[in-house]
T-cell receptor, first 114, second 115 residues
C-alpha cells in the first residue's frame, strides 16, 4: 500500500470559517509534509514533521496550524484565511533522506476561500 | 542556499520519440539528492526517479533516465518512447543532507505529447 490519502478533495470556506485538512499514510514513513501549490507554480513547502515532531516551519502565517496526532496522521487546521490562500494543498510522506526521501503525495485538497 | 532551475516552460514531443527536460541546480552541500516528479492535470505528484550526488551511474527507471552531469550541476530527465499519457507537468527537485527533509522544486516544465 503506497497511498497517501487526503480529505476532503475540495473545500470552499469563508474567511471566518474554521476547517481542517486531513492526511493519512500507512507506509510507516517517518516524515510528513504540507505543501501549498498555486496554479501553474511549483509546490511550496509549508511544514515538515519528523517522528511526529514539527521540524520545519517555512514561516507560514499562524492562520495555518499543523498537527500530527500520530505517525500516520497529519492535519492542517485553517482559520481566518484570506482569498489569496486559495490553492491546492498537498500532503506527502517519505521514509527518510536520499533515495528514501522520495516523497509520496496525496491527490491534494483544492481549497477556495471566499 | 539551494536553487533549482528549469528553463523550459513548455515542450512538445511527437509520440514514440524521446525528449529531454532540462534541470540545473546550485548547492554548496556536497551531499544532496535530485528528484523528478510528474504532475498530471489531476494534481497528484508522482515520483519518477532519483539521483544521489555520490552515485557513480546515471539513474534509470523504465522509460525514464537521468542524465547527471555533476560538474555542470545539471540533472536532465530523458523520457524515451513518449506516450500520450506522458503529457503532464514535470518538476525537478532537490534536497540537501544538511537541510533535513527540506525539498525545493523547480518551476516545472509542461510536456505535451502529440499523436
Amino acid at each position: 500500500d503506497t497511498e497517501v490519502t487526503q480529505t476532503p478533495k475540495h473545500l470552499v470556506m469563508g474567511m471566518t470559517n474554521k476547517k481542517s485538512l486531513k492526511c493519512e499514510q500507512h507506509m510507516g514513513h517517518r516524515a510528513m509534509y504540507w505543501y501549498k501549490q498555486k496554479a501553474k507554480k511549483p509546490p511550496e513547502l509549508m511544514f515538515v514533521y519528523s517522528y511526529e515532531k514539527l521540524s520545519i516551519n517555512e514561516s507560514v502565517p499562524s492562520r495555518f496550524s499543523p498537527e500530527c496526532p500520530n505517525s500516520s496522521l497529519l492535519n492542517l487546521h485553517l482559520h481566518a484565511l484570506q482569498p489569496e490562500d486559495s490553492a491546492l494543498y498537498l500532503c506527502a510522506s517519505s521514509q527518510d533522506w536520499g533515495l528514501n526521501g522520495a516523497a509520496f503525495f496525496g491527490q491534494g485538497t483544492r481549497l477556495t476561500v471566499v | 542556499a539551494q536553487k533549482i532551475t528549469q528553463t523550459q516552460p513548455g515542450m512538445f514531443v511527437q509520440e514514440k520519440e524521446a525528449v529531454t527536460l532540462d534541470c540545473t541546480y546550485d548547492t554548496s552541500d556536497p551531499s544532496y539528492g535530485l528528484f523528478w516528479y510528474k504532475q498530471p492535470s489531476s494534481g497528484e505528484m508522482i515520483f519518477l526517479i532519483y539521483q544521489g550526488s555520490y552515485d557513480q551511474q546515471n539513474a534509470t527507471e523504465g522509460r525514464y533516465s537521468l542524465n547527471f552531469q555533476k560538474a555542470r550541476k545539471s540533472a536532465n530527465l530523458v523520457i524515451s518512447a513518449s506516450q500520450l499519457g506522458d503529457s503532464a507537468m514535470y518538476f525537478c527537485a532537490m534536497s540537501e543532507n544538511t537541510g533535513g527533509f527540506k525539498t525545493i522544486f523547480g518551476a516545472g516544465t509542461r510536456l505535451f505529447v502529440k499523436a
